[in-house]
Antibody
């Protein structure tokens, strides 16, 4: 069974770049039947989709974040990454990585999440 | 963006109750509607996809229905482990969007 694990700094200063990595185990990130995605959730609030990447490299981002987001994939390491630039306190949230099944575009496997706080 | 609106935002129910949660899309999404359950401090878990298909391993007391703009998630007999927050999500078009959540609490 596939497992996903987020990693990265838990504290980022305002105006800097948030960088997270999601390591995939128990399955290949190169499978053509899945996208790989990032989702975030501020404390006590709902879920916001950030963006997705296909193992071939094509990406799609939420327009609300598009100017600041980059998602990339490293198939040799079986991992994908998120970079969010020019962060503010509003970017403080739990960040999840997830696998997306292509047919119905559903999130069928999730990482446990990692809390990122933006503060000086 | 397609807006997803859930109702109610919260509800109180007892073990054994039948519970229904509604999700409405701002435009027609066919059956590209998924439901997730989230417990405190945990990642969401997929329950139902394509509006009515039960994800493998999910108890049959969970059912989904609907198409177009109106969808429902029903729990036929609420169990102690079902107290959680439930989210709908449209996968019809990007940006994929979620409802605001429905918190199911113990009465």
């Amino acid at each position: 069974q596939v497992q996903l694990q987020e990693s990265g700094p838990g504290l980022v200063k305002p105006s800097q770049t948030l960088s997270l990595t999601c390591t995939v185990s128990g399955g290949s990130i190169s499978s053509a039947t899945y996208y790989w995605s990032w989702i975030r959730q501020p404390a006590g609030k709902g879920l916001e989709w950030i963006g997705r990447i296909h193992p071939g490299g094509s990406t799609n981002y939420n327009p609300s974040l598009k100017s600041r987001v980059t998602i990339s994939v490293d198939t040799s390491k079986n991992e994908f990454s998120l970079k969010l630039s020019s962060v503010t306190a509003a970017d403080t949230a739990m960040y999840y990585c997830a696998r997306v099944r292509l047919d119905y575009r559903l999130f069928d496997s999730w990482g446990q999440g990692t809390l990122v706080t933006v503060s000086s | 963006d397609i807006q997803m609106t859930q109702s109610p935002s919260s509800l109180s129910a007892s073990v054994g109750d039948r519970v229904t949660i509604t999700c409405r899309a701002s435009l027609s999404i066919s059956t590209y509607l998924n439901w997730y359950q989230q417990k405190p401090e945990k990642a969401p878990k997929l329950l139902i996809y394509a509006a009515s298909t039960l994800q493998s391993g999910v108890p049959s007391r969970f059912t989904g229905s609907g198409s177009g703009t109106d969808f429902t998630l029903t729990i036929s007999s609420l169990q102690p482990e079902d107290f959680a927050t439930y989210y709908c999500q449209q996968s019809y078009s990007t940006p994929w969007t979620f409802g605001q959540g429905t918190k199911v609490e113990i009465k």
